[in-house]
């Protein structure tokens, strides 16, 4: 690679990251006005056409506010966690696949699983180092909810990885042209979609920002600039996941504005979730995860793995 191609990724990811973060304002904007119709009232409609610019107005009041931090915080690790939240997150979408070839990605998958088993990290660092109970509670109850709902999680991709046998993401563009995946695994796709929701702290498994009992959670200490970074890496984990979603399931046509309506469609349906269902009881999701999505993530991979096997069979027999 010479120094002009390197140039030119750097600036092609940099341009990525503004495009995520202008879909980050916009998706907050979405939920406000989406919450507000669920609810009978009408959102954010206040400042310029129908409340357009609200989330500028919103950016522009977090990062002028004056930033605050305890005084018996572990200052650094408390400073640097949401910096580093945003980061992973923004780091993800650099495996999206793209046809123009921006980073070509053979373990993209891999990539994928590592920066969000990091995430969990960013989590628990910024509720141990603002060094306040509700604060800690928060980050050990995100550490404790991602080692049950990841390993399904990761048992899903492998029934996949076996099916295409690839880590590409771009191979499941390629061998969703004839068929969506989501016709042989619906069941697979609603526990994914349940796993996206507690992978992201959203409703009804948002119980490291359990606001009726742990006053926010994990960034309860958190003021303007730093809170304004966490909001930021989850909204665009979200994005994320439906960006997934829609790969994996349906049918991934990225050169189509079709792929883009599906994301808006799957990010809507989070903001949905939250507008229609209450919090999930902490002890059932361990429940829901252990004993009811990896007893059928297993089965599922086992199919898989049965199925590659038998069409392996087949062409060597013809």
């Given at each position: 690679?010479?120094?002009?191609?390197?140039?030119?990724?750097?600036?092609?990811?940099?341009?990525?990251?503004?495009?995520?973060?202008?879909?980050?304002?916009?998706l907050?904007?979405?939920?406000?006005?989406?919450?507000g119709?669920?609810?009978?009232?009408?959102?954010?409609?206040?400042?310029?056409?129908?409340?357009?610019?609200?989330?500028?107005?919103?950016?522009?009041k977090?990062?002028?506010?004056?930033?605050?931090?305890?005084l018996?915080?572990?200052?650094?690790?408390?400073?640097f966690?949401?910096?580093?939240?945003?980061?992973?997150?923004?780091?993800?979408?650099?495996?999206?696949?793209?046809?123009?070839?921006?980073?070509?990605?053979?373990?993209?998958?891999?990539?994928?699983?590592?920066?969000?088993?990091?995430?969990?990290?960013?989590?628990?660092i910024?509720g141990?180092?603002?060094?306040?109970?509700?604060?800690?509670?928060?980050?050990?109850?995100?550490?404790?909810?991602?080692?049950?709902?990841?390993?399904?999680?990761?048992?899903?991709?492998?029934?996949?990885?076996?099916?295409?046998?690839?880590?590409?993401?771009?191979?499941?563009?390629?061998?969703?042209?004839?068929?969506?995946?989501?016709?042989i695994?619906?069941?697979?796709?609603?526990?994914?979609?349940?796993?996206?929701l507690?992978?992201?702290?959203?409703?009804?498994?948002?119980?490291?920002?359990?606001?009726?009992?742990?006053?926010?959670?994990?960034?309860?200490?958190?003021s303007?600039?730093?809170?304004?970074?966490?909001?930021?890496?989850e909204?665009?984990?979200?994005?994320?996941?439906s960006?997934?979603?829609?790969?994996?399931?349906?049918?991934?046509m990225?050169?189509?504005?079709?792929?883009?309506?599906?994301?808006?469609?799957?990010?809507?349906?989070?903001?949905w979730?939250?507008g229609?269902?209450?919090?999930?009881?902490?002890?059932?999701?361990?429940?829901?995860?252990?004993?009811?999505?990896?007893?059928?993530?297993?089965?599922c991979?086992?199919?898989?793995?049965?199925?590659?096997l038998?069409?392996l069979?087949?062409?060597?027999?013809?």
């Amino acid at each position: 690679m010479n120094w002009l191609e390197f140039l030119l990724s750097i600036v092609s990811s940099l341009l990525l990251a503004i495009c995520v973060i202008l879909s980050v304002a916009f998706l907050t904007l979405l939920e406000r006005k989406v919450l507000g119709y669920i609810q009978i009232r009408k959102g954010p409609n206040k400042v310029g056409l129908m409340g357009i610019p609200q989330p500028f107005c919103d950016v522009i009041k977090l990062f002028t506010k004056e930033q605050t931090y305890p005084l018996v915080s572990n200052y650094i690790s408390y400073y640097f966690s949401p910096v580093f939240s945003l980061f992973l997150s923004l780091s993800l979408w650099m495996s999206m696949p793209y046809l123009v070839n921006l980073y070509s990605f053979n373990l993209g998958i891999l990539f994928f699983l590592c920066c969000t088993s990091l995430g969990a990290y960013t989590v628990m660092i910024a509720g141990w180092s603002s060094n306040s109970n509700y604060a800690l509670l928060g980050g050990l109850r995100a550490v404790a909810q991602t080692i049950s709902y990841e390993v399904s999680l990761i048992l899903i991709l492998l029934s996949f990885v076996f099916l295409i046998g690839s880590f590409n993401f771009m191979d499941f563009y390629y061998y969703q042209k004839f068929g969506w995946f989501i016709f042989i695994s619906f069941p697979l796709a609603l526990i994914w979609f349940v796993s996206s929701l507690a992978e992201t702290n959203r409703t009804p498994f948002d119980f490291a920002e359990g606001e009726s009992e742990l006053v926010s959670g994990f960034n309860v200490e958190y003021s303007s600039g730093g809170f304004a970074l966490i909001f930021l890496s989850e909204y665009s984990s979200i994005l994320f996941m439906s960006m997934l979603f829609s790969l994996f399931f349906l049918g991934g046509m990225i050169n189509s504005i079709i792929f883009f309506l599906e994301l808006v469609f799957i990010s809507f349906s989070f903001i949905w979730v939250r507008g229609t269902l209450p919090r999930f009881r902490y002890d059932k999701l361990m429940y829901l995860a252990w004993k009811s999505f990896l007893p059928f993530s297993l089965n599922c991979l086992m199919f898989f793995i049965g199925l590659k096997l038998l069409l392996l069979g087949v062409v060597l027999w013809i």
